[in-house]
Nanobody
Framework: QVQLVESGGGLVQAGGSLRLSCAAS????????MGWFRQAPGKEREFVAA????????YYADSVKGRFFISRDNAKNTVYLQMNSLKPEDTAVYYC????????????????WGQGTQVTVSS
């Protein structure tokens, strides 16, 4: 029903910047919230950022506040994650996700997931 495709991942040096994109297709509602999660080897998938399509409210994990910024372009059904001042600990597979109700922070509340894009930050 809903397909999400991430792009923009790659290799970047510490202190650099990268922008991830998530394109949505299929059934999409303005009330859906969109989020970014990440998973590093040996760790649980964790919340990074979220945005409400209808309200324009944004939410961030403490670890990325002031460095990462989430935005949207509803005309393109696309959500972005601008990542600045990248650190080696930001290295992970980044996933785009969507949900209509529930917690912005919980991975268990999201209904749709992309395939993920690898972000590697070298020191």
């Amino acid at each position: 029903q809903v397909q999400l495709v991430e792009s923009g991942g790659g290799l970047v040096q510490a202190g650099g910047s990268l922008r991830l994109s998530c394109a949505a297709s299929g059934r999409t509602f303005s009330s859906y919230a969109m989020g970014w999660f990440r998973q590093a080897p040996g760790k649980e998938r964790e919340f990074v950022a979220a945005i409400s399509w209808s309200g324009g409210n944004t939410y961030y994990a403490d670890s990325v506040k002031g460095r990462f910024f989430i935005s949207r372009d509803n005309a393109k059904n696309t959500v972005y994650l601008q990542m600045n001042s990248l650190k080696p600990e930001d290295t992970a597979v980044y996933y785009c996700a969507g949900r209509n109700t529930g917690s912005y922070y919980s991975k268990y509340e999201y209904d749709y997931w992309g395939q993920g894009t690898q972000v590697t930050v070298s020191s």
